[in-house]
């Protein structure tokens, strides 16, 4: 593994340096969710990010959708772009090392006008078996990692996936989930969608997202969203806690590769839900934390509860204006920042719950919603599949505030 | 005979002995604000007449504390002074010595249980007696304590920081 | 007896009469008005001046005061305070249980409550008189021979006065310039004598005391401290004689010429001021209607023996704390205090007069001295009388302090008189000065070389309470 | 020796005109360096005494003094500084170890001066600290690794408890407390300053090695204990007095070396305090006698956490050497909560000279390179680090933050606060201003009240200063500056040094 490093340092291209810093963006963000697990084209999410054409500037969109590989629902499937065919060999030979391929095969595209010279965009359904354990606990894995390695197949996934993305130049496992698959690249969000001919696929969950680096390069590894094991994270916004919450998570193992703001809510995401098993509900407790000044006001066992996660998990605080919408298998999550310096929009129609960064394009795809809201800052939104049979009344999760009825 | 020092409602000059350092400020301060020129450097070098300070500091090893008039609620200068020139003011309690009237007899010095009534030896008068610096807003003394060892307060506000003080030191 | 409810116009009513207007009949009357605004106060004074500082008499004498500048209370005290002041009203008897006080004029005044501070009446010894011409009496018109002189009729003679008011003072001015007087002769060498002295010696004049006792200001000064005061009189030329007084006096003209002392010596002397001594004003009372010794007894509460009758200053006989007993002691700060005591309680206030004790200030030729309390005694009269003495005839300065079971009694300051009111304050309290003896003989002895708990009372007002 | 090589470092200059010979910096004086002649009525001031404390000049009622560094006579030698030949000059006198007080003033890189800090433009809004809250809030104390909850499934309401037992914390309203000043080197009155602005503010102050001095118990909650070498003043009522232990091992500005409080300090009052003779010089040993490796020290962790059954914080200070990274991580290992790291320039009451200039590395390095092994060996999260030794403005606090430190402790910032001149003469007990003496005539000099204002004023400027930078970088918590190097950049720094503080160069951007 260590001669594997250096060798690729010699031909790495002024890109790979360059990317290694931190990309700022604003940009715009939109989700759907069936609750009741219904499937639908991605059509309707296009359309919704489309809306916000202004909020991006091209150099950036992308989209996650849940439920799309329905024969291989119980197998990983990788999304990986190789900026050459070198990259996919060194990385063809890392996988199949570690797993065995079911499937590998080129992301069906289409010619769009306005996206260019994209990278080999190849995916891969794997089972893990074959000699995996052995290779993935050499010598550069962490210390940490050895603590949460115990075995657990979706730390080895966490770990391949870093350890790919680090040290293998020109290989980025841009998704590495099951049943869920990523999709972006440099340009608008609408013409990404037709690259990839989206509206061929059909989940029951979409994300998606238009960015607007405030710097002329464009990545295609650096667009919305980031994607780890099932998680999938978009996000409008910068945080000024990057430093910190990337120390804090570099301590549990988790290497802070693409550098941007979304990697590292998505580690964040992971290790305080899977790895610290914390209820999906508290979350916001910790990445937006209420302010002393409430907590001081809380009942006693509750303020003692705060105080606990804001001593012990101080470090996860996303400080600075972010709006997220987070994917994963059975949920969409939405969250603000504690003080709402980003915008972001909720709305319900029968069992489909929308989170947009403005209201304009649920509108569109959505004109009449049932219910329609703009969640306070730090207030969570959470939309769980399963939660509701198809037109059922709903009992949905609500969050704090009375939805304003529409 | 009772000596309380002051009113109770008039603010008096207080001293915190423990944090006096023997500097001789207030001295020399009281000695501007009685000289003519109140410019301390001319004060000192070109008004010779000695401008006597209304506040003495007495000193010893590293013990120190200034003391000047306590404007007595019935003061026993007031009583024995034989000429009037010596009168408590009804309203602001302040006891001064009227120079033109005093004849020298010093009965003041003789009753005054603080000593801080003093012989002016050119004048042959009473040449020092604070006068509690009425027309300004601090007494000069307490104003240039570079330690805040001398207060000016009200006597319930400062009985309350006394007791307070006190208790803190007990507590 | 007059019918109590129907007072014939003529008789005056008032609440509180005062009968005194000098430091403790105005201190009781300004007392009076602090508790009782609305009661009726009349003061009544045989004197023709609204009021005025007996001790500055001597200094009016020495011309450093001028006429006007003699009142210790300013011009409208009387009209602030509305105090009835009735001028040339000598008060010939009070009638204890009719509560009524008749006048010279014969009119009565009623009182509630009275205040007797007539203060104290010189006293004129009887010499024996070898006249050579007639004197011609103010009073009588006639010409007048006599063989003695004494309290009553020393006035007939030219040229012989006593100084106890301002009247005194005015008439001895007027004779001096009238018969160009050059030097005076003084029969007493006590307070008053030096006082007058003093005045004298600061004019110019040549003065001759006369002093029955071994040394002047024998009450209050021991050897030490007289020699060094007689010593600088003497260094102006004048004359003192002590264990000396006058057996003959000598007139001519109806005016004094000359005396022989007792050691026989003969000195022509064309003025005479007898300054022996003092003793309460109390004749307008008549006998057994108050308990009188040489002052009007009083207790603690200025009280005399008669109901509703009260008394203060010169004329009363009070507690001297230092001797335990009741002592008439004639001096100015204890006149106000006992005035204001007695005002307070007679306004229907409760104080108590805690006692006082004899001081004196006086300054002679530059040489200013003070003494207190009990001064004579000398180390070993009593097995617990300590005494410190620093004396330096050369420099003018002695400091005598005198102790009896680790209290200060008794202190003469000469020469340095800085700050003694901290002794004062130490006779007062009685303060327990053993931890601090040595301390007593520093020249500038202060505050902080004073016993810890009463150096706190005066420095942060903490500590005992006094 | 009659022949007086050394020169005198300072020179009083008096202006005759505005000299009105009042006498105050005759009385004021400590040193005797200006004496009164009664005869021509003028003063006179003896350079040779002088040390530079400023005293007199401020308290000169006219302003006609002026105490000015004077150049020395030697030849320019760049090899040879004056310096040197004082040094050789008084040893050469003295034959002894040349003593000196405060923080090392040699010229090393003062690393905070060479660190900018960030500000948020456009692509994120600062926050304004006047109109939106901003929290710096500080917890010290060990963490665990993670939280478990109890959580009631069939309630509706979803009450959440917390289930794991939380380690004791202190809680501090600002990142900064007050350091270890023992009773002895600084006077009771600063002692007290300290503790009663401490709890004023709701922050802590260290006592020391100098035992806590009894009328100082009401300030129990916000002191931290010393427990030192020489175990002064150390029972089980003064560790259950403290809201936290601190072990003291070393100290900044004489790293290897034990603590030196002159005989002359120690007055009876202080040998109560510290439970030893009077008069004697308290020379606690230079290792702990009872910590020769770091399984000793741990065993000395659990006997205190024992001793307190474990009530508070037990942290460990150490200074700042060479191997300070896997010394702070073999402290944390071994069970402290904290770790306080005392960098070169940290101040003392009396020091040898050579050791405090010349041994030690600066507190930026330690900090960078301490936070960095723990984040590496994955357990930064389990203790807290405070960052000591010349912390001199709210800027070198946000900064040491930023590194990676959890709060700061200040010392001589506290003092010089109090009064202090920084004229390094601690040692000698004749402390002009009252703070690090003895002697009643001078510490009377500190009023308190005076102190514990001065001091709440400090904590809350700086405290204020925080905010405003934080809020700049658009940050509102504390916690979101810890270790964010991302918000720092060094200038006209070598890379090396760079990497050594894991921070960029300035005009690099992410």
């Known amino acids: 593994m260590k001669e594997l490093k250096n060798k690729i340092k010699i031909n790495g291209d002024g890109q790979k340096e360059f990317s290694r810093s931190r990309i700022p963006s604003g940009c715009a963000v939109f989700g759907v969710i069936n609750e009741a697990g219904e499937k639908f084209d991605g059509k309707m999410v296009i359309d919704g990010i489309s809306i916000m054409h202004e909020r991006s500037n091209g150099l950036g969109g992308g989209f996650a959708a849940y439920g799309i590989y329905p024969h291989f629902s119980d197998d990983w499937v990788f999304h990986i772009f190789y900026d050459d065919t070198e990259a996919k060999r060194l990385a063809e030979d890392e996988i199949k090392g570690s797993f065995k391929i079911l499937l590998s095969e080129e992301i069906p595209t289409k010619k769009v006008p306005r996206v260019e010279n994209p990278p080999l965009i190849y995916r891969y359904f794997l089972k893990t078996g074959g000699n995996s354990k052995s290779r993935i606990d050499s010598a550069a894995v962490s210390g940490l990692r050895k603590q949460a390695a115990g075995g657990d197949e979706e730390d080895n996934i966490v770990n391949f996936v870093m350890h790919i993305n680090r040290d293998i130049c020109g290989a980025y496992i841009i998704s590495s989930g099951k049943n869920m698959g990523i999709f972006k690249g440099v340009g608008f969000p609408e013409d990404i969608g037709r690259f990839f001919k989206l509206d061929k696929y059909e989940g029951y969950l979409w994300t998606s997202h238009g960015r607007f680096p405030t710097n002329s390069v464009g990545w295609w590894g650096g667009a919305h969203p980031f994607g780890l094991l099932n998680w999938s994270v978009v996000h409008n916004g910068e945080i000024s806690s990057y430093g910190t919450n990337k120390r804090f998570v570099s301590g549990f193992g988790y290497e802070c590769t693409l550098s941007t703001d979304t990697e590292v809510i998505t580690y964040l995401l992971d290790l305080m839900v899977r790895r610290q098993k914390i209820d999906l509900e508290m979350v916001h407790l910790i990445l937006a934390s209420p302010l002393w000044e409430e907590i001081e006001r809380m009942p006693r066992d509750r303020r003692e509860l705060l105080q606990a996660l804001r001593i012990v998990y101080g470090s996860a605080l996303i400080n600075g204006p972010f709006s997220i919408i987070v994917g994963n298998n059975n949920f969409m999550y939405a969250l603000n920042d504690r003080i709402k310096l980003r915008p972001l929009v909720a709305a319900r129609k029968d069992e489909y719950l929308f989170i947009s960064s403005e209201e304009a394009p649920i509108r569109k795809v959505c004109p009449s919603p049932d219910v329609l809201w703009h969640p306070d800052g730090g207030e969570p939104v959470i939309g769980v599949v399963g939660k509701r049979e198809k037109k059922a009344g709903s009992n949905l999760i609500r969050s704090g505030k009375k939805p304003v009825k529409v | ?157 400062d009985k309350k920081d006394m007791m307070r003080s006190k208790n803190e030191k007990k507590k | ?194 006082k007058a002295a003093e005045a004298f010696l600061e004019t110019g004049f040549d003065i001759n005391i006369i002093e029955l006792a071994n040394r002047i200001l024998a009450a209050t000064f021991d050897q030490q401290a007289s020699g060094i005061i007689e010593k600088k009189i003497k260094s102006k030329g004048s004359n003192i004689y002590k264990n000396n007084t006058i057996e003959e006096i000598y007139i001519t003209d109806g005016k004094i010429s000359g005396y022989r002392l007792k050691d026989s010596e003969k000195r022509g002397c064309r003025l005479l001021i007898s300054a022996v001594g003092v003793s309460p004003d109390t004749g307008f009372i008549s006998g057994g209607k108050l308990k009188i010794n040489r002052g009007i007894v009083v207790d603690d509460y200025m009280r005399t023996s008669g109901k509703n009758i009260y008394a203060a200053g010169d004329v009363v006989e009070g507690p001297d704390m230092l001797r335990g007993e009741k002592r008439n002691i004639a001096i100015w700060p204890l006149a106000v205090r006992q005035g204001g005591t007695a005002g307070i309680n007679m306004a229907g206030g409760n104080e108590k007069y805690s006692g006082g004790f004899f001081m004196n200030s006086v300054e002679i030729l530059q040489i200013p001295s003070i003494s207190m309390g009990l001064t004579n005694a000398e180390e070993g009269e009593d097995k617990n009388i300590e005494v410190f003495k620093d004396f330096n005839p050369k420099k003018n300065m002695y400091k005598k302090v005198v102790m009896k079971e680790n209290r200060i009694i008794g202190v003469i300051l000469v020469g340095n008189i800085e700050r003694a009111g901290i002794y004062a304050g130490l006779i007062r309290n009685q303060i327990d000065i053993s931890s601090v003896k040595e301390n007593i003989s520093k020249e500038d002895f202060g505050i902080i070389h004073l016993p810890a708990d009463y150096k706190k009372h005066l420095v942060v007002g903490e500590g005992i309470e006094v | 020796m009659a022949l007086k090589l050394t020169q005198s470092e300072f020179e009083t200059e008096r202006d005759e005109n505005k000299c009105i010979s009042c006498q105050v910096c005759v009385r004021q004086c400590s040193n005797d360096v200006h004496e009164y002649d009664s005869d021509q009525d003028t003063i006179y001031s003896d350079n040779l005494k002088c040390v530079g404390c400023h005293r007199c000049e401020s308290l000169c009622p006219t302003g006609a003094l002026k105490i000015k560094e004077r150049d020395s006579q030697f030849k320019t030698n760049y090899n040879w500084s004056p310096d040197h030949l004082r040094n050789i000059y008084r040893q050469a006198d003295s034959g002894g170890v040349l003593l000196t007080g405060m923080g090392s003033d040699k010229p090393y890189t003062v690393y905070w001066d060479r660190i900018l800090f960030n500000a948020s433009q456009v692509t994120n809004p600062s926050i304004d600290p006047l109109r939106e809250p901003m929290e710096i809030k500080t917890f010290i104390g060990r963490k665990p690794d993670k939280l478990e909850f109890k959580k009631n499934k069939n309630l509706k309401n979803k009450s959440i408890k917390l289930k794991t037992k939380m380690y004791p914390q202190l809680e501090l309203s600002t990142p900064i407390m007050f350091s270890a000043m023992s009773y002895g080197s600084i006077s009771f009155n600063a002692c007290k300053s300290l503790a009663s602005a401490a709890s004023q503010f709701g922050t802590y102050y260290n006592t020391g090695e100098g035992g806590l001095h009894k009328d100082l118990y009401k300030y129990a909650e916000n002191t931290i204990v010393q427990v030192a070498s020489g175990r002064y003043g150390v029972d089980v009522d003064y560790l259950n007095k403290g809201s936290a232990v601190e072990i003291k091992i070393g100290q900044g500005a004489k790293p290897g070396i034990g603590g030196h409080l002159p005989g002359e300090k120690v007055t009876e009052d202080i040998s109560n305090t510290r439970m030893i003779p009077e008069g004697t010089d308290a020379l606690s040993p ?185 809020g700049g970088a658009g940050i509102n918590a504390i916690e979101s500056l810890k270790g964010n190097r991302e918000h720092l950049r060094g200038i006209g720094l070598s890379d090396r040094e760079l990497t050594v503080l894991g921070i960029k160069h300035a005009g690099e951007a992410w």
Request: charged letters at 25%.
């Open chain 2, 1 to 157: 005979m009772q000596e309380r020092p002051g009113d109770d409602c008039m603010k008096r000059i207080y001293i915190q002995e423990e944090y006096c350092i023997g500097c001789r400020l207030c001295e020399i301060y009281c000695q501007v604000k009685h000289s003519k020129s109140k410019k301390i450097i001319k004060a000192f070098k070109e008004e010779l007449v000695d401008i006597m300070p209304r506040v003495l500091v007495e000193e010893i090893g590293y013990n120190s504390f200034a003391i000047q008039c306590r404007h007595c609620a019935d003061a026993p200068c007031v009583e024995a002074c034989i000429s009037g020139a010596m009168q408590k003011n009804k309203n602001t309690g302040v006891v001064t010595c009227d120079e033109d009237k005093c004849v020298g007899c010093w009965s003041c010095i003789m009753v005054c249980p603080y000593g801080v009534i003093r012989r002016g030896l050119s004048s042959g008068k009473i040449a020092s007696k604070c006068d509690l610096c009425v027309d300004e807003e601090i007494p000069v003394c307490v104003k240039n304590c570079p330690n805040e060892a001398l207060k000016f307060i009200e006597k319930d506000e």
């Open chain 3, 1 to 194: 007896m007059r019918r109590k409810n129907n007072i014939p116009k003529k008789d005056e009513m008032a609440d509180y009469i005062i009968i005194g207007n000098s430091a403790a009949g105005l201190a009781a009357a300004d007392s009076i008005r602090k508790l009782d605004k609305a009661g009726k106060v009349m003061v009544l004074t045989e004197e023709n001046y609204p009021n005025y500082s007996k001790p500055m008499i001597t200094y009016f004498l020495a011309k450093t005061v001028s006429l006007d500048k003699v009142y210790f209370k300013d011009k409208k005290f009387y009209r602030d305070n509305n105090i009835d002041i009735r001028l040339n009203t000598r008060v010939k008897s009070v009638d204890t249980a009719g509560m009524f006080l008749t006048v010279e004029s014969g009119r009565i005044f009623y009182f509630k409550k009275l205040l007797i501070a007539s203060g104290g009446k010189p006293i004129v010894p009887r010499i024996r008189v070898i006249g050579t011409g007639t004197i011609e009496s103010s009073r009588s018109g006639k010409d007048k021979t006599f063989d003695f002189m004494d309290g009553t009729n020393y006035r007939d003679i030219g040229g012989i006065f006593t100084l106890t008011t301002l009247d005194d003072a005015i008439k001895i001015r007027d004779y001096i310039e009238k018969n160009k007087i050059k030097e005076i002769s003084i029969l007493g060498g006590g307070l008053i004598g030096l």
């Open chain 4, 286 to 470: 230079a290792p702990h006698h009872d910590i020769y490796s770091i399984e000793d020290l741990a065993q000395l962790i659990y006997a205190l956490k024992e001793a307190t059954d474990w009530s508070k914080p037990v942290g460990v200070k150490v200074s700042a050497v060479h191997n300070i990274a896997p010394i702070a991580s073999g402290i944390v290992r071994a069970g402290a909560d904290f770790v306080t790291i005392d960098g070169l320039r940290g101040g003392t009451g009396a020091a040898p000279q050579t050791i405090r200039d010349n041994v030690g590395i600066p507190i930026e390095l330690a900090v960078a390179a301490v936070d960095e092994r723990l984040r590496e060996e994955g357990i930064r999260h389990k203790a807290s680090i405070i960052a000591a030794g010349s912390i001199r403005s709210s800027s070198d606090a946000i900064k040491a933050i930023a590194l990676g430190a959890d709060a700061v402790y200040i010392g001589t910032a506290a003092l010089i606060a109090m009064g202090c001149h920084l004229c390094q003469k601690c040692y000698t007990g004749k402390c002009n201003w009252g703070i690090a003496t003895q002697d009643p005539y001078l510490t009377k000099r500190l009023n308190p009240d005076i102190g514990t204002r001065r001091l709440l004023n400090l904590l809350r400027g700086w405290s204020l200063e925080i905010k405003e930078m934080l």
